[in-house]
């Protein structure tokens, strides 16, 4: 069979923590329940997108000067927009938000001493020996005389990373390859900026050609696994049989993995049958010519069957 998928970090770091996770999110498309803190990620986001063009710089330097996008009008405009765009406009949103930018441009925003690359690059990087292909989406590309770089990337969450998180981060290795892969650089450095840490915000690492060769077998591996990867593939890493990840299951009295319940769902599918999008409601979908909107049903975790029947929802 043609091997056709593509890896990501994101993908990679699923399919570690739970086969059956990376089954139904990745390869299954079977939609979830956003939440405010990804959303809020993705807002930011878009702010430093946007204010990185060199016609927006003087927003910067009244939003460090005011320590606050009250700083300038317009950007403050932005940010209410979007909030609203995704519904989760509020005053702890926008709070947060706020803080959270001004964080990140406080951060070494223009990348002193070098040149920055286009924001929001957008790479797919393909290797013959060993195979694998990897696409992913990088914050910010900063260049340095005799051959440096720094890879930026920003982070909403709540905790900062810990032990191998960090040192064998697969964000950052993909990251390191598409530096020294795609635009031969002699020296890579990863920058994680924490956008909720304003005291110390930045965790940065660095990996050795060597480290990154071994890396390279691992995409190898992986890649292989994916291509083709089958409902009996996505039982064998649950979460709930690793001591180190059952708690993604069910933890807390509010938290549960979003595919530990059964529900139902709307897709819009092709003429041969093939899912294009998923939601769970229909008004989110609007079919394009040549689709149909279905209704589907997803049966719960393996792992836990008393939860898998639509009736106890």
């Known amino acids: 069979m043609e091997t056709t998928k593509t890896l990501s970090a994101s993908s990679i770091k699923c399919l570690e923590t739970c086969s059956w996770l990376y089954w139904n999110q990745y390869e299954k498309k079977v939609p979830q329940k956003t939440n405010d803190g990804a959303l809020r990620g993705t807002v930011v986001h878009t702010i430093f997108e946007v204010l990185i063009n060199p016609r927006h710089h003087h927003h910067v330097h009244e939003l460090i000067a005011k320590k606050s996008v009250n700083g300038s009008p317009a950007v403050r405009r932005l940010l209410i927009k979007l909030l609203g765009e995704q519904n989760i406009l509020n005053v702890t949103n926008f709070e947060m938000c706020d803080e959270m930018i001004v964080v990140g441009l406080k ?13 929001e690059f957008k790479f797919e990087l393909v290797n013959e020996d060993p195979l694998y292909k990897i696409r992913g989406y990088i ?7 005799g051959g440096r770089m720094k890879i930026v990337d920003y982070k909403s969450s709540k905790s900062k990373f810990s032990g191998d998180e960090l040192t064998a981060n697969i964000q950052s290795m993909a990251y390191s390859l598409v530096g020294y892969k795609m635009f031969n650089a002699k020296d890579v450095t990863a920058e994680f900026v924490f956008l909720r840490y304003p005291n110390a915000p930045v965790q940065s690492v660095h990996f050795s050609r060597q480290e990154l060769a071994g890396f390279e077998q691992y995409l190898a591996y992986i890649y292989q696994l994916i291509n083709p990867f089958t409902e009996d593939k996505a039982i064998t890493n649950l979460a709930a049989n ?14 549960e993995c979003p595919y530990y319940r059964p529900f139902k769902y709307y897709a819009l599918v092709d003429e041969n049958g093939k899912v294009a999008r998923t939601a769970l409601s229909e008004d989110q979908l609007t079919p394009e010519s040549g689709q149909t909107m279905v209704s589907k049903e997803y049966l719960g975790c393996p792992a836990y069957p008393q939860t898998s029947a639509i009736g106890e929802l």
């Open 107 to 119: 951060t070494d925003f223009f990348g002193r001493g070098g040149k920055l690359g286009k924001p």
């Open 139 to 145: 914050d910010k590309l900063v260049f340095y005389d």
């Open 242 to 255: 690793s001591q180190k990840n059952k708690w993604l299951c069910k933890a807390g009295a509010t938290w």
